[in-house]
């Protein structure tokens, strides 16, 4: 399989560092599922140079993962310990630091129009997570400021990612990046959802984490739209802490008695359509759509 070619430079760009204690420590992740690796390899796949790209990208994502955690005070990801669990919040800074400056030099060897466009993504990641930790500061009941979030935060690299694969093949870039920021979207819509349905075992950490950390995803915010003045306090003093039985059991039944879950699938479920209208006769990417809407963790 074409990804196993991805693993293998991986391995190499952790090899050149020279740093046992950086290829130990990053042998322990868990890899996940290459979204961005696979969709610029369904975009150019016969190019040379796309499972160079997709390697970068992954060690980005990884080492945007590792300061996630740090950020999140998460103890655990896709199923094991986090790094800052197992061995500190500055073992997972500096992992992540060396990761992602790797990959930067590396991109250094691509057209400057790669370079630049995937250098500019991690910026607006940046800047998204930044947005992330403040709107968690209080319940955030505003739509247009979570969507703007998510886009920075999670579609902005998928999207580019399909830019720079559609500029190495000789595609029309445009159309490919809207299919990535339309699937980019809708892949973090699903992961909140998920966060609310999914067992913990599945998700690898606890459900309703995210309200925990006081992240207000879509399904919140459309059930305070739906809420009476009353039931919006008991909402927004449910924020940021962790829930008792009834509390969660209050929070399901509301949800499940206004549709929320199902609407934000909708909503998915329409991001899905516009990624697949951008790009109508490339059956590999609607595959790749299918399996962002239909996973369960
Ligand atoms: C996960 O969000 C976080 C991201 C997708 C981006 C994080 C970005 C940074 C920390 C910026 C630093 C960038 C680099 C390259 C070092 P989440 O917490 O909602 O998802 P989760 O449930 O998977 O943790
Ligand atoms: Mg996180």
């Known amino acids: ?9 991986i391995d190499q ?5 020279d740093f046992p204690q950086a290829s130990e420590l990053f042998s322990k992740l868990s890899g996940g599922k290459r979204l961005r690796a696979r969709l610029i390899l369904s975009i150019a796949p016969s190019h040379p140079d796309a ?13 945007s993962l590792l300061h996630d955690d740090v950020i999140d005070e998460a103890m655990t990801r896709r199923g094991t ?13 500096m ?29 607006k990641l940046s800047v998204g997570e930044m947005m992330d930790v403040t709107m968690g500061e209080a319940f955030n009941s505003n739509r247009e400021s979570y969507l703007k979030m998510l886009y920075l935060k999670t579609a902005t690299l998928i999207e580019s990612c399909a830019y720079c694969a559609a500029l190495l093949e000789e595609k029309n870039p445009s159309s490919y990046a809207v299919y990535g920021k339309n699937l980019g979207l809708a892949f973090q819509i699903v992961d909140d959802i998920l966060d609310i349905t999914s067992n913990s075992v599945m998700l690898g950490k606890p459900a309703l984490n995210d ?26 003093s449910f924020h940021g802490r962790s829930l008792d039985a009834d509390e969660k059991e ?15 699938y909708s909503y ?18 609607r595959a790749i759509i299918t399996t962002v809407i239909r996973r369960s963790y």
């Open 1 to 9: 399989m074409i990804l196993d070619h991805v693993e293998a430079i």
């Open 13 to 17: 760009l952790i090899a050149e560092i």
């Open 51 to 63: 499972p160079l790209l997709g390697a970068i990208v992954e060690l980005i994502h990884a080492a």
């Open 81 to 93: 310990p986090s790094v800052n669990a197992t061995h500190g919040s500055k073992m997972a800074i």
């Open 95 to 123: 992992l992540g630091d060396i990761l992602y400056s790797k990959a930067f030099s590396s991109l250094t060897s691509f057209d400057p129009l790669i370079a630049r466009s995937i250098a500019e993504s991690v910026t």
């Open 211 to 236: 309200f925990v950390e006081g992240k207000t995803t879509l399904p919140y915010i459309d059930l305070y739209d739906e809420l009476s003045k009353e039931d919006k306090e008991k909402l927004i």
């Open 250 to 264: 209050w929070l399901f039944s509301s949800m499940e008695k206004y549709g929320v879950i199902e609407k934000s």
């Open 268 to 285: 998915a479920q329409a991001l899905c359509d516009e990624a697949i209208l951008a790009l109508p006769d490339e059956n590999a990417l």
